[in-house]
Structures are given as C-alpha cells and as structure tokens.
C-alpha cells in the first residue's frame, strides 16, 4: 500500500508542475522572455526616436540621424553589444508603437507623466525640462494672461498641448503632428503663438529663426523625460533603469547635454 501511495503522490506532484509551467530553471514555461534576452540574442535593437524635432531628434541632411535622444539610443545599443534601427515617430504614435511591438523602447523626449504611466513602463529620467512660448518679433502678447483668445500651436500628444487644455481652455490650440509643422504655421500667421519645451525652443532659437522671440514668463510644467517600453517586462525595465543611472555620471552623458541641451547634466537626474 505504502508503494501504491509514493507513486500517486508522484504522479500528482508532476501534474501540478505540469500545470503550473514550472521548469529546472525558475521560468514558466510558455511566458514570453524579456526584450532584454531578445536583443542579447539578435545583437538587434529597435528604438523609436524623432526625427524632425531638434535637439532631441532629426534626420540630416546625410540622411542621418542626430540629437540628444539619439546620442542615448546609440550608447544604449552600444552597451548591449547591439545594432540600432532608428524607427521615425511623432508625440502621438510614440505610446502607440510600444503597445503594438514596432519598437523596443521609445527615446523620444516622453515626459513621465502619471498618466502615460498608467499605460506604459517609464524608466528613471534621463533628462529635465520645462515648457515656454515662442512668438513673432513683433508681437503684441507679453504674458501668458495675452494667450487668451489667441491661436497657439502645439505637438499632438505632446505637454504643451496637455497644458493648454488644461491651463489655458481660453487659449485657441492648434496641435500639429510635428515641430516643424508648428514652426511653419506661426510663420505663415495661422497661429499666433507656440509652446514647446524649453530645449526644443532653445534650438529654434540658436538655429537663427530671428524672426521669433521667447515669452518672458517662468517656465510651464517643470518635468522629467524617460524611456518608454511596454508594460510588464521587469527585466527590461531593470536593465534600462541601470544603464541610465551608469550613462549619467558619464563623461559621455555631460558633453551630450551641454551640446544640445546648453548645460551640464543636472544633478536631479545623476
């Protein structure tokens, strides 16, 4: 009887390990393996970037790109031994290619906010920045209290289009689905103001587009800027989170900023 017993409970025992997906090696069987161990394997990496939206990303005339974000993008591939393919985005696709597969992270200057959180993995902050307004030379609007009643043109899915429903529901917003689009709206006089990030207008700016000048006013929404990658891989995010606390404190990291950014790395983020 006591035989019997042993090999029932045995054979239950490998029933629920069965079920369970249980293996040798801790791992459920059938689970999807982390992007971390996909790129380690394929020595390939995909990562989602702007390209018309300097500092942080745009396609030169070489037909290559370059920016702040895409200085990250290629110190992240270089650290997993891995090649980079640059996948264009905009504010409005960048969550949407996450949640689809087309990329393996987004670097594309995603503000961490709360409610972006709530639908994709946001990394430690690689970056720091504020929001500010761009009018013609010759504008009469000095003050964020003149934006009532006036046209302002923002990215689609980006802050400042977040901002000027919230902050300013007087405000008349016009989202674009690129910098560039907004550049060249203000400059045909359909919109009468912009708002960007700080660093975006800093670049209008130092690109020699004299024609417009920065609102004098404190800076808008004061945030942090992430990666983005896909809910539910801990392992990926874990690796991410590393490399950018390592990537920081670097060398590397400092002259990248004070290139495109105009300052050290801030000691917020190190």
């Not at 161990?37 to 394929?42: F, G, I, W």
């Not at 993995?121 to 209290?145: F, T």
């Amino acid at each position: 009887m006591r035989i019997r017993y042993v090999k029932v409970l045995g054979s239950f025992v490998a029933a629920m390990l069965a079920l369970s997906g249980c293996t040798s090696s801790g791992a459920a069987q059938g689970s999807s393996p982390s992007k971390l161990q996909e790129v380690l394997k394929s020595k390939k990496i995909k990562v989602g970037v702007f390209s018309d939206a300097p500092p942080y990303g745009v396609m030169a005339s070489s037909g290559q790109y370059e920016g702040f974000d895409i200085d990250k993008a290629k110190a992240l591939a270089s650290s997993l031994g891995a090649e980079i393919e640059f996948v264009s985005t905009t504010n409005a696709s960048r969550i949407p290619m996450l949640e689809t597969g087309k990329v393996d992270v987004i670097i594309a200057a995603l503000t961490n906010l709360d409610e972006r959180a709530q639908v994709v993995a946001m990394s430690s902050p690689y970056a720091s920045e504020g929001q500010l307004v761009l009018v013609p030379e010759g504008s009469d609007i000095d003050s964020y209290e003149d934006l009532k009643g006036r046209s302002v043109a923002a990215t689609r899915g980006s802050v400042p289009a977040t901002i000027l429903e919230k902050q300013f529901p007087e405000a008349k917003a016009s989202l674009f689905e690129s910098v560039a689009d907004s550049i060249q709206a203000m400059r045909s006089g359909k919109v009468d103001a912009l708002m960007e990030s700080n660093s975006v207008i800093a670049e209008i700016v130092r690109s020699g587009a004299k024609e417009f000048k920065v609102l004098q006013a404190p800076q808008l929404s004061p945030s942090l800027v992430s990666f983005g990658v896909k809910m539910g891989d801990q392992e990926w995010l874990n690796y991410l989170n590393n490399f950018i606390r390592n990537y920081n404190i670097t060398d590397a990291a400092n002259e990248s900023y004070t290139r495109w950014l105009g300052t050290d790395v801030p000691e917020l983020i190190k």
